[in-house]
């Protein structure tokens, strides 16, 4: 699969290509990504995303799942669109949901949850939820927890929604939340292997995010979930975990 991001911190130079682990330093922001099953998130007509201003790098990372020897070629590409004027009336931006606190037992279920607060002073508009595990990943909850006490769910008829590692979808969730109220991530896994699996980049450890995109622009940003952390993902608009 491969992601998108707005990178304000690094030094490359434009057009460099590197190795990497999925590791980022300079931890940038999230933009778009596909994976295997992935369909196309059209934004509302009243909605842009966030590109950060002109000296900022759009950073294209891909993930292979190769098991040969020597590198083999690619071609892989995307085109990006921007505008500066007549923009669109509201700023949307990616934020990762969930937790990195995963610690599944050899041949049992298990779940991995995590509570996300925003600290934003008003109304966080929810369009798109992404749920992203790994190998052991066999659905996902996303739950509005309101001022009073109710939940509401975010999956159609309050059940979780199904997890495929080769069929990626992402979900409409157009749902608003207002100042005080928080959203809890829960990951539910098969782990079928002989050993205990825990969080990581590779796809024989697991993951727990939920990619939402939502407006204003970083009202709903949480922290980095392995650690470092930006201007924006740092600032007291983030959402606490």
Not at 204 to 221: D, G, I, R
Request: hydrophobic share 35%; net charge negative.
């Amino acid at each position: 699969h491969w992601l998108v991001y707005l990178d304000e911190n690094d030094n490359q130079a434009n057009g460099n290509a590197v190795h990497c682990l999925g590791s980022h330093p300079s931890s940038p922001t999230l933009i778009a990504g596909w994976a295997p099953g992935a369909d196309n998130n059209a934004l509302p007509p009243d909605v842009g995303m966030d590109l950060g201003s002109a000296n900022h790098k759009i950073l294209m990372e891909v993930h292979y799942f190769y098991t040969g020897g020597a590198p083999v070629p690619s071609t892989t590409g995307i085109k990006v669109c921007t505008v500066e004027k007549n923009l669109r009336p509201n700023t949307a931006t990616v934020s990762c949901l969930g937790t990195d606190n995963i610690a599944l037992s050899p041949h049992a279920p298990g779940t991995a949850s995590g509570r996300c607060t925003p600290q934003y002073n008003g109304d966080i508009h929810i369009l798109r939820s992404w749920p992203h595990m790994h190998q052991m990943g066999v659905g996902m909850d996303s739950v509005i927890n309101h001022l009073g006490g109710t939940q509401e769910p975010m999956m159609a008829g309050g059940t979780s929604w199904p997890f495929n590692f080769n069929t990626q979808v992402s979900h409409s969730t157009p749902f608003v939340i207002h100042p005080g109220e928080s959203i809890t991530t829960t990951c539910h896994y098969n782990n079928t292997s002989d050993r205990t699996i825990t969080v990581g980049y590779d796809t024989t450890s697991e993951m727990c995010f939920n990619f939402v995109t939502a407006y204003p622009a970083k009202a709903l940003l949480s922290k980095n979930l392995f650690g470092g952390s930006t201007s924006l993902t740092a600032a007291s608009t983030a959402c606490l975990q």
